[in-house]
């Protein structure tokens, strides 16, 4: 069971993406914020501070990179781990573009997801 206090944003343009993903970590004690843009990053993260983020490559209107980049050159946002997630074949270059520390491709199984997931946080602490 994951720790009761761990957040995590969820930015996809996908409602249904965002649905399946929110619903599963909430099931394993996720508190889930979920968004389909990425207008106003630094503000909507900065709120949560979140352990994880998910980033979707599409997401509008900056899209992944720029808004990933945008979170790794904020000084007190850089170190939150982001798992760039996209169904573009070029996703571990997209994802090493943007400065993510994990990737997923999509579409993705659930285990796959929590993987991923785990991986960023226990190399993180």
């Not at 957040?7 to 343009?13: E, G, L, R, S, Y």
């Not at 994990?102 to 991923?116: C, N, Q, T």
Request: charged fraction near 25%.
């Amino acid at each position: 069971m994951t720790d009761q206090n761990k957040k995590i944003i969820i930015f996809d343009d996908d409602e249904d993406i965002l649905s399946i993903c929110s619903f599963i970590l909430e099931e394993q004690g996720w508190q889930v914020n979920a968004y389909t843009d990425c207008n106003n990053i630094i503000e909507k993260v900065s709120g949560i501070l979140p352990d994880v983020i998910l980033m979707d490559n599409w997401i509008p209107d900056d899209g992944g990179i720029i808004a990933t980049q945008k979170l790794k050159n904020n000084e007190a946002l850089k170190n939150i781990p982001v798992i760039y997630f996209s169904a573009n074949s070029d996703i571990e270059l997209l994802a090493t573009h943007a400065g993510a520390e994990s990737y997923l491709a999509k579409p993705f199984d659930l285990e796959e997801l929590e993987r991923v997931i785990n991986k960023v946080l226990l190399s993180g602490n």
